[in-house]
């Protein structure tokens, strides 16, 4: 899959998409990552991409034109099955929402940015609006990194352990049983029995009531789904 980054601070991506899991991916030839900068795209000889908002209201706001240069551009030369702005208004990006963006081929994210981006590009433009929380960042650079690894990172072959992302908190709208490594008894905390038993079944029947007593106990509302 290909996901095309949208940013008037690229700089700020750079090393964590050629690093880890998404690098990894890349070396596969599993996923691309691309990182446009918004600035190469405007006409204004300071290179600006945003304005004073209509109304007089405070903060600046994201011009229309260079991000539809931008976008255009992109869509010459392939088509897109989903154009994502990064916005806390969102829909909340979830698990659920990752695994079914990385069936997709071709993903354009816009990073949010000032106070925001005009109105008329949510409205033409944009295909899905997604959020990471109910909390304002400066700008959408972070919640773009975050969204693209966690859509590449359960693309199938990325990893190298195909259960280990099946087997991730949210998979199955449960958080994750605990987990542990050697040695077994360390300054007497001890590793459960049930998990050095080698009972397989049993094991499994462990994994999930430790599932259910965690979301329980500390994410009732996921058990509400």
């Known amino acids: 899959m290909r996901i095309d980054i949208i940013s008037v601070l690229p700089e700020m991506l750079e090393g964590f998409v050629h690093e880890s899991i998404l690098a990894r991916a890349e070396k596969k030839g599993l996923a691309e990552i691309h990182l446009h900068n918004l600035r190469d795209y405007t006409t204004d000889k300071w290179r600006r991409v945003d304005d004073y908002p209509y109304g007089g209201f405070a903060g600046m706001v994201m011009q229309c034109e260079p991000i539809d240069r931008c976008i255009s551009a992109l869509k010459a030369e392939r088509d897109y099955d989903e154009v994502i702005f990064t916005t806390p208004d969102g829909e909340q990006f979830t698990q659920h929402v990752a695994n079914e963006l990385s069936m997709l081929r071709n ?44 859509i590449v990172r ?72």
């Open 107 to 150: 993903i354009i994210i816009l990073c949010g940015h000032y106070k925001g981006v005009d109105h008329r590009i949510r409205e033409h433009l944009i295909t899905r609006e997604l959020s990471v929380g109910d909390y304002v960042l400066t700008g959408g650079e972070l919640p773009a990194a975050m969204m693209a690894d966690a």
């Open 154 to 225: 359960v693309v199938p072959g990325v990893l190298g352990d195909e259960e280990s992302a099946l087997s991730d908190s949210f998979q199955d709208d449960l958080l994750s049983a605990p987990v542990y490594t050697r040695p077994a008894d360390y300054k007497g905390w001890k590793v459960p029995e049930i998990l050095l038993s080698g009972h397989e079944a049993k094991i499994k029947q462990w994994e999930m009531e430790q599932a259910l007593e965690r979301t329980k106990r500390l994410r009732p509302d996921l058990l509400e789904k």
